[in-house]
């Protein structure tokens, strides 16, 4: 459904400007209007995406897009990197997210965002 070239060029565009997306706006700059089952199956190609660029030293770029409620990822980006609690708490200090909520979760969320927006933009 989703070309994942066209939305990693979104993403690595967003990383550069130092924003995060909705999915709302994601799945408009792809020609979609929002539904569940778009955003399911933004989100499967978001985690595809992530998983290559860690395979080349690339830091996360699914954590860009995010609910417009509270600014978050969805449930599924934290679920996602479960495995790497613990790799990614010796790296950035923080502990994993306990709730995929709240002060944790969004700082959380904002260390991951910075690493995106560091990386992409000095390339």
């Not at 994601?26 to 399911?40: A, C, D, E, H, V």
Request: proline share 3%; hydrophobic share 40%; charged share 30%.
């Amino acid at each position: 459904m989703f070309d994942r070239a066209e939305v990693r060029e979104i993403l690595i565009g967003a990383a550069r400007a130092g924003n995060a997306l909705t999915y709302s706006q994601m799945l408009q700059l792809l020609g979609y209007r929002f539904t569940r089952p778009k955003m399911r199956a933004l989100c499967a190609v978001l985690d595809t995406i992530d998983q290559d660029g860690r395979l080349d030293g690339e830091p996360d770029l699914a954590v860009l897009v995010v609910r417009q409620s509270d600014g978050l990822p969805g449930q599924g980006w934290f679920v996602n990197r479960s495995h790497l609690a613990e790799e990614m708490a010796k790296e950035t200090g923080l502990a994993w997210p306990l709730d995929w909520e709240g002060a944790e979760a969004k700082a959380y969320v904002r260390f991951h965002q910075k690493r995106a927006f560091d990386y992409w933009q000095d390339r």
